[in-house]
């Protein structure tokens, strides 16, 4: 993989996230209209005086956003574990809200929750900014720790939310730092990029549908590649949705899909021998050290039900289209960069 990934927007901050050349359109409507709070181990992102999600991680296993309001203000993801609510799901209960983790990290699993699993740990935090008090995304570092509290490895981010027509977006990079020594993600379904809806959205518990780039529905969806993924459903009576791009620049795409009609939608590059059940398909990926590799997602958060060929649009939009991937591009770990070593804060 290209140590800077070219994904390409035509407005300047998007641009710089993504370290690239513009050439893309975004969708209809788009607008720079978020703010950051930091408050006590945690960043508050509002729309006017509104909250709208949180990002957090002080006393957690690894950071998570919750909540998540849609552009109506209804909650797309679930409460659990981190409010108690009647009648929700308790199963699961490491898969909080909008997360990053994985489960076979050099052996050791960073996607369950317990004293014998990792922890990813943030060590700094900043905000990029647009002009004098005006931010456009947060800015971390974080460690992924062993179980006896050593460091493994390293993680920076970026993370901006932004509007369009099509209801909010939210753009993830994160660069995966072999710091400390080889790393191997072995090839597992539990990870990597994910997200778990509201229990009123889910296939199982309520109204709820999968659909992917590829036609893919419901339980069919699970494990099989696709550009993006839709999960559709209603709160309070409501239509509401997320849709997860993934991007023609990330290790493996399109990338598997860990799609549950109960409620669990993760992108996961690094499961093909699980999903397939074919030994062949192995797709773990080694970081030698002092190298890494870059990944992008793109999360849309809308109000109402948007139709495939729509999503197909918007994914070209936002996204870009695999005929325009660079022939240099190798969808492996290069040595770092100045863009890609972690920041120092």
């Not at 720079?32 to 930091?38: L, N, S």
């Not at 993370?159 to 027509?165: N, T, V």
Request: aromatic residues 12%.
């Amino acid at each position: 993989m290209n140590s800077v990934i070219r994904l390409v927007f035509v407005v300047s901050v998007f641009a710089t996230l993504m370290s690239a050349t513009c050439v893309h359109a975004l969708p209809p409507g788009f607008a720079q209209d978020f703010t950051y709070k930091q408050t006590d181990g945690a960043v508050d992102i509002l729309k006017g005086s509104t909250v709208v999600a949180r990002y957090v991680y002080k006393d957690t296993s690894r950071p998570y956003i919750y909540p998540l309001l849609s552009p109506a203000g209804l909650a797309v993801t679930r409460d659990f574990p981190m409010k108690t609510v009647e009648g929700d799901q308790t199963d699961h209960p490491h898969q909080k809200s909008m997360w990053t983790a994985f489960g076979d990290v050099n052996g050791i699993d960073f996607w369950a929750e317990s004293d014998k699993c990792g922890k990813i740990v943030q060590k700094s935090i900043d905000f990029d900014p647009i002009s004098v008090g005006q931010y456009w995304s947060i800015h971390t570092s974080n460690d992924w720790l062993l179980p006896d509290g050593s460091k493994l490895m390293q993680d920076v981010r970026k993370i901006a939310f932004q509007s369009c027509d099509y209801g909010t977006l939210i753009v993830t990079r994160l660069v995966l730092n072999a710091s400390e020594c080889n790393i191997k993600f072995g090839d597992s379904k539990e990870g990597f990029f994910g997200i778990r809806v509201a229990p009123s959205m889910t296939v199982t518990k309520g109204k709820g549908h999968i659909l992917n780039s590829e036609g893919d529905k419901d339980n069919d969806a699970w494990g099989k590649r696709a550009k993006w993924v839709d999960y559709t459903g209603e709160v309070n009576g409501k239509k509401v949705g997320i849709t997860m791009f993934d991007s023609p620049y990330n290790y493996g795409y399109p990338t598997y899909w860990h799609a549950r009609d109960y409620g669990l939608v993760a992108a996961n590059p690094f499961g093909g021998k699980e999903f397939s059940g074919d030994a062949k398909n192995d797709s773990s990926m080694t970081i030698e050290y002092t190298n890494s590799i870059r990944f992008v997602y793109v999360t849309l958060i809308h109000d109402g039900e948007i139709d495939a060929k729509t999503l197909d649009e918007l994914a070209e939009q936002v996204v870009g289209s695999p005929k325009e991937k660079p022939a240099e591009s190798k969808d492996k770990p290069q040595e770092n960069s100045e863009d890609n070593s972690p920041e120092k804060k």
